[in-house]
């Protein structure tokens, strides 16, 4: 008899705990995003979709020199060099990367290729919209990544 009362008792101990963090948590406040009205905040460490740098002329960071497809070891990123030529200067190295592509269904955003990049060519984004139908959309080539030139301006309103 003395086990069957304790039983009980431990019984209504544990769905005491079990309520309590209930009962604290119903009257606060929720916390929602109005997602495709309002950007979504992310931590400045997050690693989003990668972006291809340019210096301050212009010129593509990349050059070409596959570090960062060496060291990706989800084997992602597809690369292609070329040389520069003076008619024809893409990057302000002896080559520049023809073709930059990477396989989103299979990158683990590892940053691997960030640290690998001897020019700091390629850094994380941060863009979180990467959830399309079709897998062939999760195929970027270097014009997706590239970034914008002239440098686009910051919307400060659209920051909460």
Known sequence: MASLIQEVGETFVTLFKGFSVTLRTIFR????ENFPEVPPSVQPRYRGIHVLQRDEHGYEKCVGCFLCAAACPANCIYIEAAENTDANRISAGERYAKVYNIDYSRCIFCGYCVEACPTDAIT???????????????????????????????????KP
């Open 29 to 32: 406040p929720t916390t929602t």
């Open 124 to 158: 994380h984004g941060h863009s979180i919209e990467l959830a399309p139908y079709d897998i062939n959309s999760l195929l970027y080539r270097k014009e997706q990544l590239l970034e914008p030139w002239p440098p686009q301006a910051v919307n400060s309103s659209a």
